[in-house]
């Protein structure tokens, strides 16, 4: 449930998406705004009456550390798990989405290039290709009844989707295994009718059904009780582009030469030993990863099946690179980047926006500066128009003095049924989800 699609243009730009016209410079503007929001939701009775009835955190315990920092609610015995799926209104029905059937990703594909994540002013929508949802949905252990859709039984067209795939996810020094939930959409003719509720309880039923009891997930509104809100960074690739596509604006004493130029990359990497991850890379990449992801508040704990799964290279999906000692041959730094591009809506010239996001990123050697760099001229040399990289882990470490832009809004992270007491800043945060 990444919602990226708000762009705003980097500091040397006017921002497009934001109508003060004011950059947010400081990830602590977003907080102030989120805490300003929270307040303003904690006047207003009910104003969250479905997520008030889960076991989440709650606004209202904001701040109370008496708490401990643990699954709200204790696991009940699968037996006591509803065994038939939730009501639905007599025109719709249950599906599980074979995802491996071309027809039905297909249907998949089609619901959510029409129906998902649009930015606010609704210039661009994310189109989520079908290697990458085969990718998304298909990780070791994953369960095709999570794969859940709903249909008009008369006609059988898909109208509602959402998904949960099984994630071994560290919180402090508890590894819990989580459903990671994503990919909720409702068709746009079906909104503000209280289903996506119903599509959150069934998708946590069939995951209790499992015998897991916490989930991890992302979105672009606050809803009780983010663990975190990171920001969005840009960094223009193609910058001609993103300006007449209105992703970004020139800015005030710019011209698009000296915009062009600025954005300019060398058109080679410069790190020595560069080259693209390959199986054999597997081992070593596992090892650095879990030692940096170990360095943070909530991350994933990843296994060689899982590194496997997640981050070796799979065209148009998921690039990642190594660097290797060329005296040891030792695996020193790794980083990757995932491709999701956006469909532009309505404009004569261009119809995709081709968007790399920053994924994993581990340096033991270079700088990280220095390799994001070089992912940077990877991805321009593979002809993306802009590279996304969240505030989180270490990437505040390199956007600003690699031109990355901050976007216009924020997306929150949430875990369910696990309580953590201090909401935590982005660095804090070792967790992509896509
Ligand atoms: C997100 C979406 C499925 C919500 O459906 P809807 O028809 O707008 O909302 P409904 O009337 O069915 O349900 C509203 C409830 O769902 C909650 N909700 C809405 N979006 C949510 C989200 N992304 N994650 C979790 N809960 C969400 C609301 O907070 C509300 O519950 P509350 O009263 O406790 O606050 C729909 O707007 C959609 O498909 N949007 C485009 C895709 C998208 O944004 N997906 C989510 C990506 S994070």
């Known amino acids: 449930m990444v919602d990226s699609n708000k762009s705003s243009g980097p500091p040397e730009e006017t921002p497009s998406h934001n109508p003060n016209g004011n ?53 009940t015995p699968l037996s006591e798990v509803k065994q038939e799926p939730y009501n639905l209104p007599t ?34 929508r994310f189109n989520y290709s079908k290697e ?44 819990v295994t989580m459903a990671e939930v994503n990919f909720l959409c409702v068709h746009k003719k079906l909104r503000s009718k209280r289903l996506a509720p119903v599509m959150i309880k069934e998708v946590t039923r069939r995951v209790h059904l ?20 990171c920001q969005y960074w840009h960094r223009s690739l193609n910058p001609k582009k993103l300006i007449e596509v209105g992703f970004s604006r020139l800015g005030p004493r710019m011209t698009m030469s000296r915009t062009i130029k600025l954005y300019k990359l060398p058109e080679s990497t ?6 693209k991850m390959g199986l054999h890379d597997v ?8 030692n940096y992801l170990s360095r943070f508040v909530v991350a994933p704990d990843f296994s060689e099946h899982d590194v496997e799964h997640w981050l070796l290279p799979t065209e148009g999906v998921i690039d990642s690179y190594v660097a290797e000692s060329s005296k040891t041959h030792e695996i020193t730094d790794f980083c990757s980047f995932y491709t999701l591009p956006s469909s532009i809506l309505g404009n004569k010239n ?13 340096c033991t050697k270079t700088p990280l500066l220095q390799l994001m760099n070089d992912a940077l001229i990877v991805a321009k040399q593979k002809e993306f128009d802009v590279f996304n990289a969240l505030d989180v882990m270490n990437n505040d470490t390199f956007l600003k003095e690699l031109k990355f832009g901050p976007g216009d809004g924020s997306l929150h992270y949430y875990l369910y049924n696990y309580r953590i007491r201090h909401t935590l800043k982005p660095s804090e945060l070792g967790l992509v989800l896509l």
């Open 23 to 75: 950059v947010p410079s400081e990830s602590d503007l977003a907080l102030d705004e989120i805490t300003e929001k929270v307040q303003e939701s904690l006047g207003l009775e009910k104003r969250h009456k479905f997520w008030e009835s889960q076991p989440v955190g709650q606004f209202k315990d904001l701040g109370d550390t008496s708490l401990p920092e643990d699954p709200i609610e204790a696991p």
């Open 91 to 124: 025109m719709y029905e249950w599906i599980t989405c074979d995802i491996d059937s071309d027809e039905m990703c297909t249907k998949v594909y089609n619901l959510l290039a029409n129906n998902y994540v649009e930015d606010d002013e609704n210039m661009f």
């Open 132 to 175: 990458f949802l085969r990718w998304a949905l298909r990780p070791p252990g994953y369960f095709k009844s999570w794969h859940i859709g709903v249909r008009v039984k008369s006609s059988k067209k898909l109208v509602a989707f959402i998904t949960g795939v099984p994630a071994r996810i560290r919180v402090r020094d508890e590894i």
């Open 210 to 229: 499992e015998n897991i009891w916490q989930a991890a997930y992302t979105a672009g509104i606050i809803i009780p009780t983010p663990i975190t809100s």
């Open 270 to 275: 410069v790190t020595p030993g560069f080259r």
């Open 283 to 290: 081992p070593a990449v596992t090892h650095i990863l879990r």
């Open 350 to 362: 261009h119809s995709t926006l081709k968007a790399a996001y920053s994924y994993y990123n581990v």
